[in-house]
């Protein structure tokens, strides 16, 4: 008996290695932007805001977002500094848009009519992150979009860098800083 | 000569300590709120990101919207802490809303029909500061509304609090905190 339950104790563990090494390696794997290799930043939805936006894509998207950057992106756009530094990581947040009727209830006394809405559920986050010599057939930058912690496929992230080819003297960044009152 | 030097020295470094002590005096007093005596904390744009909003009160405002909290806010709001605890602010920046060409202009390829709008320029930021004590009457908050780097009159200040009301049970606070994907 005794051997017996060694033996499935060695079992269960040569198992149990085999399997998180596999799942370790997976997820290495997984956790990164096909084309770039770009992962999730640590901390990044703590990072100093950039600006906010609201996106409509009829029948497609319906979304608010925040763009945050971590110090040397922040820096880089309060200084107006292009090209962006190396390290520069900028991330965007996207979050379905929906109406609050909590506050249009509120709203409705003080201001008839009023409209109020808020973020729903995360839908994905997108990060760009700076290397000028790794990304330089991308004008220095690295794409990644993930949902759901996992990156798209291949054929997603090839369409980021062409999108990004309009806002070329704006060293490829849509987002403009956006500055408090 | 060097007598009158030394008098108008004298003259101008008395004037210059009245003039600053003054615009000090003064400038406290335009930089507070009426009833509550909030100023605009230090860095405040610079804080953690709580949630994002649009406003649309057909005719007076159009606006997209961010909310920022210091630490204690931040935390509160992770842990789901009612009441916030005393030091916690709130602040919220509001822009208008506008829509961008430049965006609109790159969406159509992939996207037709698209619709992006952006931060316009700042129309004001409002504080909440938790006091228990301090601000006992109104639910352990004082409030600021902020136009310009200057408060709105006593009036405008004693709406805050019948407003936020209906929230008491989220210790007068509407914005929720908006999760990372």
Not at 77 to 102: K, L, Q
Request: proline content about 7%; some cysteine; glycine content about 8%.
């Amino acid at each position: 008996m005794k051997r017996i339950v060694f033996l499935l104790i060695a079992v269960a563990t040569v198992a149990g290695v085999v399997a998180f090494t596999a799942s370790a390696s997976g997820d290495a794997d997984e956790q990164a932007s096909p084309i770039y290799g770009v992962t999730i930043p640590a901390g990044y939805r703590d990072w100093k805001l950039i600006a906010v936006d609201q996106l409509l894509v009829p029948g497609k998207a319906d979304q608010l977002r925040a763009q945050f950057g971590n110090d040397l992106a922040i820096k880089a756009f309060r200084e107006g500094t292009i090209p962006f530094p190396d390290g520069a990581i900028i991330a965007a947040i996207h979050w379905t848009r929906v109406p609050s009727e909590d506050n249009n209830k509120v709203l409705a006394g003080p201001f008839p009519g009023a409209q109020s809405f808020v973020v729903g559920s995360p839908v994905n986050v997108q990060f760009m992150v700076k290397d000028s010599k790794k990304y330089a057939a991308t004008g220095g930058w690295g794409f990644a979009d993930f949902k759901d912690g996992k990156p798209g496929d291949k054929a997603l992230h090839e369409t980021c860098f062409p999108c990004h080819m309009p806002a070329k003297d704006r060293d490829y960044v849509f987002t403009r800083y956006a500055n408090a009152p």
